[in-house]
């Protein structure tokens, strides 16, 4: 059991290293429309996981409520949006294709700020996955470990354009390959690292297990309203970041039914 939960924390940061990788062996940058499509991807994935992996689990581990099973879910998917609110406010950091940084004004580099950009939407993917696999050590029947590593999947498969959208613009702004590698790699780190910390502390997230999976949904939705979408949306108009937002979607629905 121990050794599932280590692979399946470890499989979206391997999702990050190897699109990452792909700096090292494309010319090119990415293209608008490619950073769209698989930027819509990311989000149509997110948004299923939140969905399926996390409210409707908290929905049903809060049955015996009745009627007020729905109050973990609100309350803890609230919480969700306002921690990534304080966090969006207090990190320094700058989405892709925008020149105005957010939040404090520091003197950084826009590199590392493009980084602490992807490494503050992996904080909630991270949380997510180590609350569901501390359900899963705790015998939760809600949570299983085909479910949890549905989930770790589907978040390893939308962190692949993830690592590649972060990696490639850093080497068409100047930077060495294996830097840019180092860089994307290094803002998927932090995904392992929250996972693992949440499952350290099962033993106080296992009673409020409910509010903590809608917490990461939260999260992880505030992550795709406020930046994915913009940025699948940017500039001339085109309809392939929805298509794939669709896509990104069904793939996570899919595997969450057929494994969960």
């Not at 991807?41 to 299923?48: D, K, L, N, R, W």
């Not at 991270?126 to 696999?133: P, R, T």
């Not at 294996?178 to 997230?205: C, K, N, Q, W």
């Amino acid at each position: 059991m121990q050794g599932e939960v280590i692979q399946g924390i470890l499989i979206p940061f391997l999702g990050t290293a190897f699109g990452a990788a792909c700096v090292l062996f494309m010319k090119n940058t990415l293209n608008i429309l490619l950073q769209r499509i698989l930027t819509g991807f990311a989000a149509g994935v997110m948004v299923a996981a939140s969905v399926w992996s996390l409210l409707v689990p908290a929905m049903e581990q809060a049955a015996d409520m009745g009627q007020w099973a729905f109050v973990p879910a609100v309350a803890g998917f609230w919480l969700g949006i306002l921690f990534l609110l304080v966090l969006d406010r207090t990190i320094p950091h700058l989405h892709q294709g925008s020149s105005e940084p957010e939040g404090p004004r520091v003197a950084l580099k826009k590199t590392t700020m493009l980084v602490l950009a992807v490494t503050l939407h992996n904080i909630p993917e991270g949380m997510a996955v180590g609350v569901v696999f501390a359900g899963c050590l705790s015998g939760n029947s809600a949570v299983t470990m085909t479910g949890a590593l549905a989930l770790s999947i589907g978040i390893a498969i939308q962190n692949f354009p993830e690592g590649a959208i972060i990696s490639m613009p850093l080497k068409a702004e100047g930077m060495k390959k294996r830097t840019a590698f180092t860089y994307g790699v290094l803002s998927g780190v932090v995904e392992p690292a929250a996972a693992l910390l949440t499952v350290l502390a099962s033993g106080f997230i296992v009673p409020a297990l409910p509010y903590l999976l809608s917490f990461a949904a939260g999260a992880m939705i505030y992550v795709v309203v406020e930046e994915l979408i913009p940025e699948m949306s940017a500039g001339q108009h085109s309809d392939m970041g929805t298509v794939f937002f669709a896509f990104g979607f069904t793939v996570m629905l899919a595997l969450d039914v057929a494994l969960g």
